[in-house]
């Protein structure tokens, strides 16, 4: 079993990407995947007159500022796009593909942040209209059957929360949940980069591998969403998951790549 968390940075070759998974799964590979969809957004939102906004936490982690119409946004971009997008390259390579949100069949449940707190000219803002969280548990039941049935899996946010509603969840870290659960031998971390970098954007400095001990050190190299890389890594080995690796998809054969250990192997 495997979880390939496909990224939406700039410059990924997703044709490049679904063509080498789905040889994987022609093979006999029992693979869900996974992906968010922070960078469309960004674009959808723009397009739509609805600039993105982000929140600094006081802690100082940056989130999406999720309102219900940024929520919507979200949908589209991630349902109506990037899940359909995927399907479509999956099948287009013999891979029979269903797209499905976190919250269809309740497959990410998790908790909605009642409030959240933003730092703003040095002055703290309670913010109660948040449509954001965390999946806390994964249908993998759901999972099972589709996979049993020959299904390939292609899940993303909106998440759904314990009271119904329709939240945004960060992509890696509900794929490494999905691995944990799932009891996946491998989760891959796939993005616009060759791996964590000690001094990004240098890539002299690429991280090959990164033990369980030092998980910690690895997230202080890591900034903005790297960081969610390299903690959803960390929640994922600690669940039980062999190994992570963050690898580059903007190359042909990302997926064989990063299973031969190119990138940044957490293990
Ligand atoms: P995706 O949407 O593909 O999952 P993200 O944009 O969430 O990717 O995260 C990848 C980005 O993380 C890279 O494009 C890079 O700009 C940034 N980044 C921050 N710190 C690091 C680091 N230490 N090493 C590598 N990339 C980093």
Redesign the pocket.
Do not use: Q
């Given at each position: 079993m495997i979880v390939i968390?496909v990224?939406?940075?700039e410059g990924?070759d997703l044709d490049a990407l679904a063509a080498d998974a789905a040889a994987l799964i022609r093979s006999g590979r029992r693979a869900v995947v996974v992906h968010?969809g922070?960078?469309a957004t960004n674009t959808l939102s723009e397009r739509l007159g609805h600039p993105p906004t982000f929140i600094t936490s006081p802690s100082g982690h940056t989130s999406r500022r999720t309102d219900r119409r940024t929520l919507e946004i979200l949908q589209m971009a991630c349902r109506g796009v990037l899940s359909q997008g995927l399907v479509e390259r999956l099948q287009r390579n013999g891979v029979n593909a269903v797209g499905l949100s976190g919250m269809d069949g309740r497959l990410w449940e998790g908790t909605r942040k009642e409030v959240v707190r933003s730092v703003k000219e040095g002055r703290i803002r309670l913010i109660r209209d948040d449509f954001t969280g965390t999946v806390d548990r994964v249908n993998v039941g759901l999972l099972r059957v589709l996979l049993d049935a020959g299904l390939t899996p292609v899940v993303s946010p909106p998440a759904i929360s314990v009271n119904h509603e329709a939240i945004n969840v960060d992509?890696?870290r509900a794929a490494a949940r999905t691995a944990a659960a799932l009891g996946a031998e491998d989760l891959l971390?796939?993005?616009?980069?060759s791996?964590?970098?000690?001094?990004?954007?240098d890539e002299s400095t690429l991280v090959p591998r990164v033990a369980r001990s030092e998980v910690e050190a690895a997230a202080g190299?890591?900034?903005?969403?790297?960081?969610?890389?390299v903690l959803g890594a960390g929640e994922a080995l600690s669940e039980g998951v062999r190994r992570v690796i963050i690898g580059d998809?903007r190359r042909s054969a990302a997926v064989t790549r990063a299973l031969a250990g190119e990138g940044t192997v957490f293990q």
């Open positions: 968390k990224g939406g940075a990924i968010g922070s960078h992509a890696d971390l796939l993005s616009n980069v791996g964590l970098m000690r001094a990004f954007p190299w890591a900034h903005g969403r790297m960081k969610k890389k998809a």
